[in-house]
C-alpha cells in the first residue's frame, strides 16, 4: 500500500549506541518531517525536510541527524543515545506544504537503557 | 510563535452521545490551516477532519465536525453517535499557510474513552 514506511517497528539501545531509523515515502511527496512523542507533551518537531538535498532544524534537533540524498528517503541517525532519547518517533510527508495535512508512519518505539 | 492548547486531557463519552473537545491556539496570522488527528491504540496518526482559516464554513466528515470560531481563536471538535473504535487520543494541530516549509504545531492532546 502507498504511504510511508517506518522502520524497525521497536528498538532497545544501550546508552552511548547509535541507530538510524529508516524512513520511506512512495507519494512522492516533497516535504518530509520527523517528530518525537513523549507522554503528555503532543509531537515535537526533530527536523524537516523541503527536498532532496534540503534539511532543516525543528524544535528539538539536538542529538539527531538527518540527510536526504533522494525525494523517497528520510533517515533520522541518533548518536549516542541518551536516556532522554527515549519516546516514540513518527516519520511524515506531505505535498507541498501540508495544507491538505500529513500522512505518517506508523511510528518507532525507541527505548534507551 | 503560534500554540496550540487542549486544555482537556482526558476526556468521556458514553456510547451513542456527543462529545466536544476543545482546542484553542495563538497566532497573528489570518491565513493558517487546522487538523483534527485520531491516534488510537495501534498509535497510528489518522486525519480527522481538516479547516481552512479563510473560510467561514465549519467542517464536516461524517460524524465529526468543528466549531471553528476566528475571533477566538478556538478550535472545537464535535463526535456524534459516539462509537467504541472512537476512543483514542486526538490531536488539535496548526498550520501556517505563509510559510513554506514549516511544520504542523500539535497540542498536547486529549484522550477519549468511550463506554458502553
Known amino acids: 500500500n502507498a504511504g510511508v514506511t517506518q522502520t524497525p517497528k521497536f528498538r532497545i539501545l544501550k546508552i552511548g549506541q547509535s541507530m538510524t531509523l529508516q524512513c520511506a515515502q512512495d507519494m512522492n511527496h516533497n516535504y518530509m518531517y520527523w517528530y518525537r512523542q513523549d507522554p503528555g507533551m503532543g509531537l515535537k518537531l526533530i527536523y524537516y525536510s523541503v527536498g532532496a538535498g534540503i534539511t532543516d532544524k525543528g524544535e528539538v534537533p539536538n542529538g539527531y541527524n538527518v540527510s536526504r540524498s533522494t525525494t523517497e528517503d528520510f533517515p533520522l541517525r541518533l548518536e549516542l543515545a541518551a536516556p532522554s532519547q527515549t519516546s516514540v518517533y513518527f516519520c511524515?510527508?506531505?505535498?507541498?506544504?501540508?495544507?491538505?495535512?500529513?500522512?505518517f508512519g506508523s511510528g518507532t518505539r525507541l527505548t534507551v537503557v | 510563535a503560534q500554540t496550540v492548547t487542549q486544555s482537556q486531557p482526558e476526556m468521556s463519552v458514553q456510547e451513542a452521545e456527543t462529545v466536544t473537545l476543545s482546542c484553542t491556539y495563538d497566532?497573528?496570522?489570518?491565513?493558517?490551516?487546522l487538523f483534527w488527528y485520531k491516534q488510537p491504540p495501534s498509535r497510528q496518526m489518522i486525519l480527522v477532519i481538516r479547516?481552512?482559516?479563510?473560510?467561514?464554513q465549519n467542517a464536516t466528515e461524517n460524524r465529526f465536525s468543528v466549531n471553528f470560531q476566528k475571533a477566538a481563536k478556538s478550535f472545537s471538535l464535535k463526535i456524534s453517535d459516539s462509537q467504541l473504535g472512537d476512543a483514542a487520543m486526538y490531536f488539535c494541530?496548526?498550520?501556517?499557510?505563509?510559510?513554506?516549509?514549516?511544520?504542523?504545531?500539535f497540542g498536547k492532546g486529549t484522550t477519549l474513552s468511550v463506554s458502553s
Open positions: 497566532t497573528s496570522e489570518s491565513d493558517y490551516y
Open positions: 511524515a510527508s506531505s505535498y507541498a506544504g501540508g495544507g491538505y495535512g500529513y500522512t
Open positions: 494541530a496548526y498550520r501556517t499557510q505563509n510559510q513554506a516549509g514549516t511544520a504542523l504545531i
Open positions: 479547516q481552512e482559516a479563510y473560510k467561514q
